[in-house]
């Protein structure tokens, strides 16, 4: 078919449907880079709307356009310009939608309605080592009071043996259109939150197993889950927290992930600056059911608790028995598959929330955790049973929970919660030198 009569077909089709047709073979991705019919979008969709001026064609719209000299650029630049600026738009919508902030957690009040009107969602890319790569769509998704857990599953995962790499990224639709719901079908874009490497899958970094899988975990927040007998994937599943999350799962891309805006320090002449006025918020959890959900205000720490480079935050005393605190139900991470589903023992979801004194998010993380058992019982004086403890950790700072089993109502008691924040966090954040 002549290149003309192409050209007059694809002046009639949209944005979305254009970009997939130059999909289609080199000669169409030429001719759906044509500058006549990518402005003649633009200026539908930016133009100052007029009364008299209704544009049908490409003829009438290369009339009107000499202004902005269309054969004076290069193929495809009306075509960049107009993704760039839907990009530029969908951006600035999501930005005002996530301004307001809620005073007591510290995160935008509006996360839920920001993933549902963004079409929002996340994929995997496994990559073998040939570099052959396989993207899988989440499965499941389940939104918590902090953050968002997405699980992958299926029957048609690759060889493992085969695998290096998996990258964790957000997908947007990159032409949004407001009045209807969005599909997964049309040109998305890629923004990449994390990379990890599954060569990184062994011992040390197991970290519960039932009858028929083991479960592993890769920092930041991910769980590999393994079925026991063939060694294969049987299920990946992603803990975000909501602290930045729609930014990092839309302003990256395919290969950076989305960089934070520089932090400018309050600089204050008080001797104790960055020490006190924290808050806390944590919860633990799995498969919607809560074990704890927990706030404390008011935390400090002093000059003299700062050793081996970290400061002592104590949340939950020892000491104090009024603090103690119960974890409610069984606790154990729900996993499931298309086949089966189960249930690891100990091991559930903890989100953390730590705000500064202004209320401003300082330490955020959603992570796997697993309760293990401790060596010697209890030598507290009220509590008689076994001691367990749950231990976190990353560049930030460290958290550690120590727990009793009480036998006679058959549940876990917190007796200590204690944070370690990294002091080159502290003074990176305050402008302080501890």
């Known amino acids: 078919m002549p290149s003309e009569i192409l050209l007059k077909i694809f002046s009639y089709l949209d944005a979305g449907t254009l970009l997939c047709t130059g999909c289609v073979n080199r000669r169409f991705y030429h001719l759906a880079n044509d500058n006549f019919i990518w402005i003649r979008i633009y200026s539908t969709a930016f133009s100052p709307k007029r009364s008299n001026w209704k544009v049908n064609s490409v003829e009438k719209t290369a009339v009107t356009m000499n202004l902005l000299s269309v054969e004076d650029k290069e193929a495809g630049y009306w075509k960049k310009e107009y993704i760039a600026k839907q990009i530029a738009s969908v951006k600035a919508a999501l930005a005002q939608v996530l301004k307001p902030v809620n005073p007591y957690t510290g ?86 939150i994390a990379k990890y490497n599954l060569s990184n899958l062994t011992a040390s970094t197991m970290f519960g197993c039932d009858r028929l899988i083991r479960i592993f975990c890769l920092n930041p927040g991910l769980l590999v889950g393994l079925w026991k007998r063939e060694e294969e994937l049987a299920f990946v599943m992603a803990n975000l927290h909501f602290h930045h999350l729609v930014e990092r799962s839309t302003l990256g891309s395919a290969t950076i992930p989305y960089e934070l805006p520089p932090h400018s320090p309050l600089l204050d002449d008080n001797p104790e600056y960055g020490l006190h006025g924290y808050q806390l918020h944590v919860d633990m959890h799995s498969g919607g059911i809560f074990y704890l959900c927990g706030t404390f205000r008011n935390l400090f720490t002093k000059k003299g608790y700062i050793e081996n480079g970290y400061a002592k935050l104590i949340v939950i005393s020892f000491k104090n028995n009024t603090e103690h605190l119960p974890l409610i139900g069984k606790v154990g991470l729900s996993w499931r598959t298309d086949i089966f589903d189960g249930c690891i023992k100990s091991c559930s979801i903890m989100d953390i929330t730590l705000l500064d004194e202004y209320g401003k998010p300082f330490w955020c993380f959603s992570s796997p955790v697993c309760m293990r058992s401790s060596p010697r019982p209890s030598d507290g004086p009220n509590f008689l049973g076994q001691t367990y403890y749950v231990d976190y950790m990353d560049s930030e700072g460290k958290v550690h929970v120590q727990l009793v089993w009480i036998e006679e109502t058959e549940e876990y008691f917190i007796v200590n919660l204690v944070l370690y924040l990294s002091i080159a966090k502290i003074n990176h954040w305050f402008g302080t030198k501890y």
Do not use: Q
């Open 107 to 192: 995160l935008p009040v509006k996360t839920k309605e920001a993933l549902r009107k963004s079409g929002l969602g996340w994929v995997i890319i496994l990559k073998e080592k040939s570099g052959k790569e396989y993207m899988m769509e989440h499965v499941d998704l389940s939104i918590n009071d902090s953050s968002v857990t997405v699980v992958w599953y299926g029957k048609n995962w690759p060889l493992l043996a085969t695998l290096s790499t998996l990258d964790l990224c957000g997908v947007t639709p990159v032409f949004m259109d407001r009045s209807k719901t969005p599909t997964k079908n049309g040109p998305r874009w890629h923004s990449l």
